[in-house]
């Protein structure tokens, strides 16, 4: 099993939300000045702090067959 802690701040959360296909800039055109003050508002909302810690834990399992 292998965890990592990642921390996000607003400018890294945006743009991982950007990075993706269905809300990426070319998806979004013309609304992306709008989606990224909304989304920047929303999250500062959430955490005034502007600061987000995830864990992420895998974990490989191998098998033969004898």
């Known amino acids: 099993m292998f965890g990592r ?4 701040d607003v400018e890294g959360l ?3 939300q950007l990075s993706y296909s269905y809300s990426s ?3 979004l055109g013309e609304r992306l000045t709008a989606f ?3 989304l ?4 500062l909302a ?3 702090a502007g600061r987000w ?3 992420l834990v895998s974990e490989v399992l191998v098998a ?3």
Do not use: H, S
Not at 40 to 43: N, S
């Open 64 to 66: 033969r067959r004898p």
């Open 14 to 16: 945006i743009g991982l």
């Open 36 to 38: 990224v003050e909304t």
């Open 5 to 8: 802690r990642l921390v996000w």
């Open 46 to 48: 959430d955490n005034p």
């Open 40 to 43: 920047r508002r929303a999250l």
């Open 53 to 55: 810690e995830q864990e």
């Open 25 to 27: 800039p070319a998806r």
